[in-house]
């Protein structure tokens, strides 16, 4: 049976360390906020080459704190994309800041530097790029973009642990960055859980005060602030995990090269495949067809499990429809939408899996 997640098939090692861990703070008896939290904090700020990492409730929170810690607020304008969760517009407006859509380029997915630059206004405070399945791209350009037009730039890294550009990894750009850790997403933990991570000291200060009440020490509250902490049993099961991110994230890209082999002979006229940068850690193999809902109806007679991300663009989702967009449109999200479709692609399918599941997308493009 191939499967969506694969957390049946985790490897045992895995699973006797995590149980361990577990045992380990139930006995430890200190359950919020302790060394559990601390040394995961070190180990996910060194993985991302940043100075700090702040723990959070999820990956929603991660973004409001780090939006609001670098200093967008009420009457700010945002400009991201509309080919999102909805957690990155819902964190903007939580921040008290305007989402404004920009569209994505028709290759990548990715936000279009084009289309925010038509986007940006007297209000617009800052950029919030998603690393969208995965994939970071002209890094560099867009912090020149910010710094030009004195706007911040936070990432969404909640689909992008350990990619990189270069030799520098996702979510270590931004003047603070926000990760997921939904037990889906490429580093999962048991439950909900996030980070912000950031160079910035006063940054990361102003997420720690802010996810605990807004408190510097005990009962002093020098912010407003929300209850955001991560749990010391989260954060015990994350450290496990995350040793081993790189052997499944090495895996992630065999899978997906081996996708392209097996697909490189079929027709591209009808289909797509995703570009592979050498950062790309492929939280989602997504191929684009103009028969998708055929093929995905062909794979599901087949057993074969997919998913759409995203079905609906952000920008046509009731409660965000009265949000400015580029005066263009946002043509290539909507596109995207209407054909996108992931394909299984998690560490734990085998060759055999990904060659069953390429070799029916063949026959079926036939
Ligand atoms: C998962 C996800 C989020 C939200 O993370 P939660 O932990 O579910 O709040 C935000 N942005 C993107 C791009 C995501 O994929």
Sequence with gaps: ???????????????????????????SHHYILGHEVDNFEAAWAAACGTQYAVGVGNGMDALELALRASGVGPGDEVVTTAMSAAATVLAIIRAGATPVFADIDSETGLLSRESVLRCIGPRTKGIL??????QLRDMKEWLALSSEHGLVLVEDCAQAHLAKEGDRVAGSFGSASAFSFYPTKNLGAVGDAGAVVTNNPEIAESVRRARN??????????????????????????????????????????????????????????????????????????????????????????????????????????????????????HWAEKHAATCLSLPCHPQLSDSDVITVAEAVAEFSK
């Excluded at 790029?129 to 995965?134: E, F, I």
């Design 213 to 330: 009440y807004g408190q510097s020490r005990q009962y002093a509250h020098d912010d407003f602030g929300v209850n955001s902490r991560l749990d010391e049993l989260q954060a015990a099961l994350l450290s496990v995990r995350l040793r081993w991110l790189t052997a499944f994230t090495r895996r992630r890209r065999e899978l997906a090269s081996l996708y392209r082999e097996v697909l490189k002979g079929t027709n591209v006229g009808l289909m797509s495949l995703p570009p592979d940068p050498e950062g790309h850690v492929f939280h989602q193999f997504v191929i684009t067809t103009e028969f998708r809902d055929e093929l995905r109806s062909f794979l599901h007679s087949r057993q074969i499990p997919t998913l759409i991300h995203y079905p609906t663009p952000l920008h046509h989702q009731p409660p965000f429809r009265s949000f400015k967009a580029d005066p263009r449109g946002l």
């Design 1 to 27: 049976m191939i499967s969506l997640s694969g957390f049946g098939q985790e490897p045992a090692d895995l699973r006797a360390a995590m149980l361990q861990a577990m045992t380990s703070v139930v006995d």
């Design 129 to 134: 790029p998603v690393h969208l399945y995965g």
